[in-house]
């Protein structure tokens, strides 16, 4: 989809934003609404503070058909005098292709979540993070924490930590603006619903880099922290919330 035009439907405030995403919930929990008594906050971070204190799922970062989607998608919104980078609040648009096809979405600030994280000798633990809800269904449909988690390195000062901000939406959006050196709005949820982690594991801004394409089949750099099938059980669906983004990618069950 090249995008060609977009169509503001709403624009709604902090408050508005902070009710939606507290409806949020789980794949895999359709009764979990993750962010229900969470702390829900627009702060802004300079470029310095994304690549020093935050984390990400996905380390790769693609040219074609996302960051250049990011730049047409700001040329539009800075067209009707809206800096989509500095968002109070968020927008419910519809965003016109270049064959006349719409598509409803929502865009709010790019989602930074404070998980909590457990280390021990061997590196990060998640054992310790489960509920019994998700302990049971892990065991009922025979899916099982991925060891792949356990091989990930971390350096002494990460591992002396007890929560992470990690980015869960928006992360080609963040790294666009980070490439232009200037300070944006995030949006910081922290203290989401206990015993449900985020659904793959944290890696350093610092190992970010960018691809040309993203490769058929997707990219090989995100963790779960569960194994497949269940490897989606976890994910945060956005549009649960009325906000329209943030949903499972087509063949991603």
């Known amino acids: 989809m090249v995008l060609k035009k977009i169509q503001i439907k709403e624009m709604f405030d902090e408050n508005q934003l902070k009710s939606r ?7 895999g929990f359709p009764d979990v609404r993750i962010y229900e008594d969470a702390n829900i906050s627009i702060r802004p971070f300079t470029p310095q503070k994304i690549k020093q204190n935050i984390f990400t799922p996905q380390p790769t970062v693609y040219r074609r058909g996302y960051l250049d989607r990011v730049e047409t998608m700001e040329k539009l919104f800075q067209d009707k005098e809206i800096d989509p980078f500095n968002l109070k609040g968020g927008i419910d ?43 049971e ?13 356990r091989e990930l390195a971390y350096n002494e000062y990460i591992m002396g930590m007890q929560t992470i901000p990690l980015i869960c939406d928006g992360s080609h959006r963040i790294h666009s603006n980070l490439e232009k050196g200037v300070t944006q709005n995030l949006l910081v949820i922290d203290g989401p619903k206990k015993g449900f982690p985020y659904y793959a594991a944290p890696k350093p801004y610092s190992e970010v880099h960018v691809e040309d394409e993203r490769p058929k089949g997707g990219g090989k750099d995100k963790i779960h922290v569960l194994t497949e099938p269940g490897h989606k059980l976890l994910y945060r669906l956005f549009p649960t919330g009325g906000i329209l983004s943030g949903t499972v990618r ?4």
Do not use: Q
């Open 21 to 27: 995403l507290r409806k949020v919930r789980l794949k």
């Open 93 to 135: 648009y519809v965003a016109v292709d270049e064959n006349g096809e719409e598509t409803e979405w929502t865009l709010i600030p790019p989602v930074i979540e404070m998980i909590p994280v457990v280390f021990d000798g061997l590196g990060l633990n998640y054992s310790e993070l489960l509920s019994p809800e998700l302990r």
């Open 137 to 149: 269904k892990i065991k009922a449909e025979g899916h099982r924490l991925n060891a792949d988690v």
């Open 250 to 253: 087509p063949g991603k069950k």
